[in-house]
């Protein structure tokens, strides 16, 4: 182990595996019991759009995608609570998001190698200097959770409850989307937009067999998830199979065992991040 | 929205006019609350009786009238919704459901304190829920979930206590446990409940308030078939248990 971390671009895996694995199990729950995992989806690919973007101006991709991101989840913030339509919405966000990535990237002049990286990550190739703004992104996305909990709580728990406790229901909503689209933006430099999704619900999902108590599925969600990232690199490096993929299959290899043990064991309905509404 | 020192009631509706999209669900409803009251909201499925709740807790605004409150009672209004209006299946424990209650806008950013832990423990008390503190909220009966929402409401110490069907998911046990706390409370405090089911309240409540729509106001004892068809748009049978008013409406 010890010779796998003398290299720094392993150092460096770690340390987005950790911040990403923080991200995931703050903002994660939250995804999960406000049912945004599909909104979560569309900022993901709609990122793609940013990276386009920002290729094609010759900008840094992760600026273009951040700046992205945070209009299009401003933009669905507003949306959201007027129009049953988001649905809708979410899923045309997702295809022309994509759409308009392919569509600068094909009009930039040369091969965009790194676009492939952002597709379908590699957490081995995060340059010390992207690490530098993936803290930064991380303390964006998990201080203003920290001291914003009980308001995100209150909206997830019973947004009408807040609404007549006069809380700001609609800016704590818009809040939490423009943190979803960083916390998003995070992960896509650790194992790529495709799956992303996997990494903001596999811990979580874990943490809710484990747990029916919200700050605790938070703390095993963010602990799940650094141990997914370190087996998933280690599993990586030794049989050689790209980092990301091997990421998200231990996480779902992880999952299923602990739901299996659960079962054949104790019996247990699965309950809390499992089926949300009866 | 007004305040006013020198209200006789603690809330005081009047010319309320609200609805969706272009359609009026309530119109020119005038409605007070006294100190201690109890009363009961009754009247067909679409009526309006859980959007005039809303209005009164200020989630809605109303396209016309006002809603007049005594001094200090706007925001603190307790309310009971309906178990479908909230995320049942939420990882949260009974003590941090019930103490999310003291949870204002003005409160939001800070840390709970000693005061609003003290008092939620003691509505759970109030509610017999203390056994259950530390449990999740995903494992409780509806009498159990009903009870924490009560205590919920009453952490903030409100003057008025709003219930949206209080007695639809519930088994009869837990509601005649759910009844007694009423009268409880009622001692202290007034108590507004919207129901379909106005034969549990029989006993207890002071005025019958019928919406549809429109606002028919009655104290015990003024009420007959007429009033009910007129309200229901059809006929209605009243039937005496030996309790007073107790409707059941013909399908």
Redesign the interface.
Same mark, same amino acid.
Do not use: A, Q
């Given at each position: 182990m010890q010779s796998i971390l003398s290299y720094e671009f392993m150092q460096n895996a770690l340390m987005a595996g950790i911040m990403a694995s923080i991200v995931c199990g703050v903002i994660g729950p939250f995804i999960v019991t406000k049912r945004m995992v599909f909104i979560s989806g569309g900022l993901t690919h709609a990122a793609f759009g940013g990276l386009g973007i920002a290729y094609w101006l010759g900008i840094r991709p992760l600026y273009g995608a951040t700046v992205f991101v945070l209009c299009i989840a401003a933009i669905l913030s507003r949306l959201e609570g007027r129009t049953d339509k988001n649905d809708l919405f979410v899923g045309i966000l997702w295809a022309v998001g994509v759409a308009i990535g392919i569509i600068f990237i094909h009009m930039t002049p040369g091969y965009a190698p790194d676009l492939m990286t952002f597709l379908f990550g590699n957490i081995l190739t995060v340059p010390r200097s992207d690490i530098v703004i993936m803290l930064i992104l991380t303390l964006a996305v998990v201080v203003p959770i920290v001291t914003c909990y009980k308001g995100f709580v209150s909206i997830a728990l019973d947004e009408e409850y807040a609404r007549a406790r006069q809380l700001p229901v609609n800016a704590l909503n818009t809040g939490l989307m423009m943190l979803v689209a960083l916390a998003v933006v995070t992960l896509i430099q650790v194992v790529g937009i495709i799956l992303v999704i996997a990494l903001l619900t596999i811990p979580v999902a874990i943490a809710g067999e484990l747990s029916l108590i919200f700050r605790r599925i938070m703390l095993l969600s963010i602990l799940c998830g650094i141990m997914i990232c370190l087996t998933g690199l280690s599993l990586s490096y030794s049989l050689e199979v790209p980092s990301g993929a091997s990421i998200i299959i231990t996480g779902a290899v992880f999952l299923g065992s602990v739901k299996s043990i659960k079962y054949f064991f104790f019996r247990r309905r699965s309950t809390a991040t499992g089926e949300m509404h009866p | 929205m007004q305040r006013d020192n020198d209200m006789e009631h603690l809330i005081e509706i009047r010319d309320l006019t609200f609805g969706y999209g272009r359609t009026a669900v309530v119109e020119d409803i005038s409605l007070d609350i006294a100190d201690k009251d109890y009363i009961l909201l009754i009247g067909p499925n679409g009526g309006g009786k859980t959007t005039l709740l809303?209005l009164i807790?200020?989630?809605l605004k109303p396209w016309n009238g006002t809603i007049a409150f005594q001094k200090d009672i706007a #925001?603190q $209004?307790g309310?009971v919704?309906q178990f479908s209006?909230?995320?049942?299946?939420?990882?949260?424990?009974v003590s941090?459901?019930a103490l999310? #209650?003291c $949870?204002?806008?003005?409160n939001?950013?800070?840390r709970?304190s000693r005061e609003e832990r003290r008092r939620t423990d003691m509505m759970l008390e109030k509610v017999n829920l203390s056994d259950k503190r530390n449990e999740?909220i995903?494992?409780l009966s509806g009498g159990q979930l009903q009870r924490v929402l009560i205590a919920?409401s009453l952490v903030?110490e409100p003057a008025i206590l709003l219930l949206d069907e209080p007695t639809a998911s519930i088994d009869i046990t837990s509601q005649s446990t759910l009844l007694n706390l009423l009268d409880e409370l009622n001692q202290e405090i007034a108590i507004v409940v919207v129901t379909h089911d106005p034969t549990a309240f029989s006993l207890s409540y002071r005025h019958l308030a019928c919406l549809n729509k429109n606002l028919y106001f009655h104290g015990r004892g003024k009420l007959d078939a007429a009033v009910l068809e007129n309200i229901y748009g059809c006929p209605v049978e009243l039937i005496g248990h030996g309790v007073p008013h107790t409707i059941v409406q013909k399908h």
């Open positions: - | 809303k807790l200020g989630i #925001g $209004i309310y919704p209006s909230f995320n049942r299946n939420f990882p949260i424990t941090e459901m999310s #209650g $949870i204002s806008g003005r939001y950013l800070k709970y999740s995903i494992d919920r903030s």
